[in-house]
């Protein structure tokens, strides 16, 4: 059974930083495509970023490129995004998956979910 268990969201002032992390158990991180997603109040799940079972793909939206950090630890079997200088639109629910199909920037891509976790920039 896949479970992903996510971590460090929180509350951050704009201009700030956040690491999630997103750390799985039943499946290796490492021969999988995994991918991050951000539900705002209100809108659709929209992709931030995406990691490949190789360490070669790395892709981000628009909006998280040059900000965000996508990296895995394949020896913890754990996927991170680094969040830096923060502004309050990238306030919302944070989500890792783990793709099992492609384009992997649509959320109905990926089978496995975490909880989420809540991430709220103050400006």
């Known amino acids: 059974q896949v479970q992903l268990v996510q971590s460090g969201g929180g509350l951050v002032q704009a201009g700030g930083s956040l690491r999630l992390s997103c750390a799985a158990s039943?499946?290796?991180?490492?021969?999988?495509?995994m991918g991050w997603f951000r539900q705002s109040r209100g809108k659709e799940r929209e992709f931030v970023a995406v990691?490949?079972?190789?360490?070669?793909?790395?892709l981000y939206s628009a909006s998280a490129k040059g900000r965000f950090t996508v990296s895995r630890d394949n020896a913890k079997n754990t996927v991170f995004l680094q969040m830096n200088s923060l502004q309050p639109e990238y306030t919302g629910v944070y989500y890792c998956?783990?793709?099992?199909?492609?384009?992997?920037?649509?959320?109905?891509?990926?089978?496995?979910w975490g909880p989420g976790t809540q991430v709220t920039v103050s400006s």
């Open positions: 998956a783990a793709a099992s199909t492609y384009p992997y920037h649509y959320a109905a891509s990926y089978a496995s």
């Open positions: 039943g499946l290796k991180v490492s021969k999988y495509v």
């Open positions: 990691i490949g079972w190789s360490g070669g793909t790395i």
